[in-house]
T-cell receptor
Framework: AQSVTQLGSHVSVSEGALVLLRCNYS??????LFWYVQYPNQGLQLLLK??????LVKGINGFEAEFKKSETSFHLTKPSAHMSDAAEYFC????????????FGTGTRLTVIP | EAQVTQNPRYLITVTGKKLTVTCSQN?????MSWYRQDPGLGLRQIYY???????DKGDVPEGYKVSRKEKRNFPLILESPSPNQTSLYFC???????????FGPGTRLTVT
């Protein structure tokens, strides 16, 4: 069975500061991991995904995440926050890249302070 | 433009009045899913479909029905809605292999 824990339901950062959103997963098989972003009144958009290969994954809008098997983590980072990054972020796990079911975390709402 | 569309985007209804939320995708995707999003619970899968006439339950299927008569459409049916089905609903689709899921814009349903 797969599950995801996102630490911190709300995170606030100043514009230009580092963004760090935490995600820890549980999986009985090698996981496939995803980060989605949800802007207000919109659907979910894929930011990045880890399937196999390189553990540091780069996504859109300057975000990246590193798969750390020893820590069962897949934290999302961005060196410098922009006002447009304000959104809700979801980490998700599945047991294969094209799985029909993604198991989502409860989400982290990012606020960027000018 | 490749997209998943849902209608209506907002719906307020009363307990017991049957309703249907439509979902359509123009990417010729085999797989389609419905999720509900609730505060503090993230997204949970209701039903999914692997192709026409092939559907299966997700994690929270109680109180919902689906059908897949055409590849592009995957409607969600609430035969007798109840207040605990007040939620934000997302339809998603994906192609075969390693493709990721594409989500629709969401339907906010309120059942009074």
């Amino acid at each position: 069975a797969q599950s995801v824990t996102q630490l911190g339901s709300h995170v606030s950062v100043s514009e230009g500061a580092l963004v760090l959103l935490r995600c820890n997963y549980s999986s009985s098989v090698p996981p496939y991991l995803f980060w989605y972003v949800q802007y207000p009144n919109q659907g979910l958009q894929l930011l990045l995904k880890y399937t196999t290969g390189a553990t540091l994954v780069k996504g859109i809008n300057g975000f990246e995440a590193e798969f750390k098997k020893s820590e069962t983590s897949f934290h999302l980072t961005k060196p410098s926050a922009h006002m447009s990054d304000a959104a809700e972020y979801f980490c998700a796990v599945s047991d294969m890249a094209g799985a029909n079911n993604l198991f989502f975390g409860t989400g982290t709402r990012l606020t960027v302070i000018p | 433009e490749a997209q998943v569309t849902q209608n209506p985007r907002y719906l307020i209804t009363v307990t017991g009045k049957k309703l249907t939320v439509t979902c359509s995708q123009n990417m010729n995707h085999e797989y389609m899913s419905w999720y509900r999003q609730d505060p503090g619970l993230g997204l949970r899968q209701i039903y999914y479909s692997m192709n026409v006439e092939v559907t299966d339950k997700g994690d929270v299927p109680e109180g919902y029905k689906v059908s897949r008569k055409e590849k592009r459409n995957f409607p969600l049916i609430l035969e007798s809605p109840s207040p605990n089905q007040t939620s934000l609903y997302f339809c998603a689709s994906r192609g075969g292999g390693r493709s990721e899921q594409y989500f629709g814009p969401g339907t906010r349903l309120t059942v009074t």
